[in-house]
């Protein structure tokens, strides 16, 4: 039974940091802790991160937090639970040892191998067994690449892991993948669980070179002795192998019926949907995630989030006092309310990162449309602004072609500056709800573990819980007006196919 | 302008100054052929130009000097002219002899330098990890010249102490800028992760936080401040995670020891290391190792 000091622990092993947070039983959160490490990019197209600084950074923030938050408290921990990015390989010997460094899901080295794959036969037949767009991101094309890139590394290797399994195998000895983690390797056939043979046969691996498959709710095993004495942990710690930082994200947003979607911008962004049944797309233009066995995340991802407004604020912004990046963001932002909605006609095309959906093109490129001469800089802030939510729009407008959205649920850092958040209500011209308390990834890995306990029933009944404050509503008069704009902005994402080829080729 | 060439052993004026090896402003009006040959430097170098235009090559890079640019030269660097001969032009140089021996040595300025040791290191880690050797549009180093020649030329009361505070000044001040010039302060993650690269080359160097924050061109409490933000840690706590990251990586491999990895991932001592590991991990090194590495053990060594 569980009591009054109990809690759980969740652990995010986020693109560039670890967040350990505490929650009481009831959910509130009691305690957190984040602890950050690099990205590496050795080589244009490389994005890969130290497997043994990830474990190192958790282990000392999981350390802290519960030296400085929890035990003077007197919590005990009765569950840790852990989430992760998608994507990554690690690669790792006989011995467990890893060889390199973990490819995590912004590399790109696999474009070639990714654009093949998507021409040939297979690649339908892949993608609709196993969810996960075809896409350098995808670790069925990370793995694909080593083989025909990296023989010795790829011979060498005796298991390609994900950095969460790894973490998992350092402190339990066991390597497992959960379903949803798995549902977006590539290599998983969504609809019966199990190793796609066609993928694994491109991929060319067989299944025992993959960790175990296991439901979100499994426990992978004890924490090692010596893992349980440096940590002040007993044995009675469950852990819980939990899902991915997307699909959990999803779930602590409150997103449960298939009327809500969830738009979610950090960085990079997308725009979720739940249900139980996958979109089946013509166009292949979503991925299909399994959270559990009869719920699908599907949804489309963008690489221009808010890194596209932290590069604008960079090069222009001002920093003429010792004032940081957010200040600057934040002077920006006043500045471009000042200009109307829709930029007086000046339109920005964010492709600076190539684009994942929904046009899928990764040689797309950055455009500044319409511009004349009574524009002014503010209108650039604005428009930039204005179009990383029409971008994100547009992966919203495809998925009504497949479900009927009736509001919204928005979080992420950048989504949740006011001023945003009234702009996706306008552009999308529906009611939206702010998960203020950023953090819908630990709260839907608390979700996970409370319902595994027995708190609640399942994840329907758990779901309810979240709490969703600060309803937004559109402004009908923007929406018309944004709407005229995006027709553009939607046209030359696509007319602009060659000339984006062209340039990129050049750079 | 009067132009001037103070050379040490010849020019009286240097008599107090052995350090100031050369010191020199000239107008060239003429083109010599052969004048500016590539050539070795002994001593650390600092050419300021004051008019023309100069065409030069420092480390097989070509660099372009304008008006109130400085070009830095480091003992043991190439320098010299594209064309083999100075353009045309007016310039200042000097030349000041650093103590050449072991590169941790308190005094690589020298005792006529007022810096402090823990400063003088840092300052030389900057000027050696510099891959810059020209900084554009240095005014300020300009005055210093015409007031070092002022001093040096004129010697009025007290010049001996105004001059080599001078030098001081040169020195703080370029060395400065080059962490200005080097590190954005618009994007902190990444003059963060050029850190990180910097730390990983020399983790078996006891890194201070004056020395990490001086090298991203910020005061220590701002430093401390940004890290934390950033990475959650203050910055000796992320420097052990990288620490023992990488101690980790050597522990897994059966023929590095345990003292050598101690001190090539920069703890002070094996016990150092192994009570910090076992902090953390629960395990002590050989512990840690004889866990991931299997038995038997092809190469045979003592695990």
Known sequence: ?507 | MNQFILQQGQSKELQLFPHITEFALKRNNSITLNSFNASLSDCIRFYYVIEGKFEWVIQQQQYVLFPSDLAIVLPGQMLGAEKGFLDIGTLFWLHIRIDPNDPRTNSFLGDWSQVSPGEMITMKKILVLNNMPVISKLKEAGSVFYNLQNEILKQELGFSTRVNQLLDELFILITRQLTRQNNSHRDFPQTFLKLEETLRKNLSHQWTVEEMAALVGLGTTAFNEKVKNFTGFSPLNYLINIRISEAIKLLKRPDVNVTSIALETGFYSSQHFSTTFKKLTGYTPSQFRKNNIPKTNDNGHKI
């Open chain 1, 1 to 507: 039974m569980a009591t009054k000091s109990d809690c759980i622990i969740t652990i995010e092993l986020g693109t560039n940091a670890v967040r350990v947070v505490a929650f009481d039983m009831k959910g509130n959160s009691i305690g957190s802790l984040k602890g950050s490490y690099p990205t590496f990019h050795t080589q244009p197209d490389y994005s890969e991160q130290d497997p043994e600084q990830i474990f190192i950074t958790m282990l000392y923030v999981l350390k802290n937090l519960l030296t400085e938050q929890i035990y003077p408290n007197k919590n005990k921990v009765v569950c840790i639970c852990f989430s992760a990015a998608m994507h990554s390989v690690l690669p790792i010997d006989k011995n467990g040892v890893p060889i390199g460094n973990a490819i995590t899901w912004a590399d790109n080295r696999g474009k070639k191998e990714g654009h093949e794959l998507n021409n040939s036969p297979y690649g339908k037949t892949i993608y609709q067994a196993t969810g996960t767009p075809i896409h350098p991101m995808s670790p069925l094309i990370k793995i694909a690449w080593l083989k025909n890139h990296d023989k010795e590394k790829f011979t060498q290797a005796s298991k390609f892991l994900s950095i969460k399994s790894y973490i998992i195998q350092q402190l339990t000895g066991e390597y497992v993948i959960d379903y949803s983690l798995a549902s977006a390797t590539g290599l998983m056939n969504i609809h019966n669980m199990q190793w796609e043979p066609d993928a694994l046969a491109y991929a060319g691996v067989s299944s025992n070179r993959l960790p175990a498959l296991v439901p979100v709710f499994s426990s992978p095993g004890k924490l090692k002795k010596e893992y349980q004495t440096s940590l002040g942990l007993s044995s009675a710690t469950k852990i819980l192998v939990g899902s991915s930082d997307g699909c959990l994200a999803t779930l602590g947003a409150g997103v449960w019926s298939d009327d809500k979607a969830v738009i979610s911008i950090e960085d990079s962004g997308a725009v979720r949907v739940v249900g139980k049944e996958v979109l089946r797309d013509e166009k292949r233009r979503f991925f299909n995630y399994i959270l559990t066995e009869d719920c699908y995340v599907s949804g489309g991802p963008t690489n221009n989030g808010g890194v596209i407004f932290e590069w604008f604020a960079k090069q222009f912004g001002d920093f003429s006092k010792p004032f940081d990046l957010e200040f600057s963001m934040e002077s920006l932002i006043n500045e471009a309310n000042k200009v109307v909605p829709g930029s007086d006609g000046l339109i920005f095309l964010p492709y600076l990162l190539g684009e994942r959906a929904p046009i899928w093109n990764a040689n797309a490129r950055g455009v500044f449309f319409g511009l004349n001469i009574k524009h002014e800089k503010q209108h650039f802030i604005r428009a930039t602004i204005e179009g990383i939510l029409y971008e994100i729009y547009s992966i919203g407008k495809i998925l009504e072609e497949h479900r009927t959205i009736k509001n919204l649920s928005v979080h992420g850092s950048f989504a949740s500056l006011p001023f945003c958040t009234q702009m996706i209500a306008d552009i999308f011209n529906k009611p939206l709800t702010l998960r203020k308390n950023s953090d819908s990834i630990a709260y839907g890995a608390f979700l996970l573990s409370a319902t595994e306990m027995g708190i609640y029933k399942n994840l329907d009944q758990a779901v309810k819980t979240v709490n969703l404050p600060d309803v937004y509503t559109p402004k009908k008069q923007h929406h018309s007006t944004y709407m005229k704009y995006f027709k553009i902005f939607e046209r030359l994402s696509v007319r602009l196919s060659e000339e984006f080829e062209d340039i990129a080729n050049l750079q």
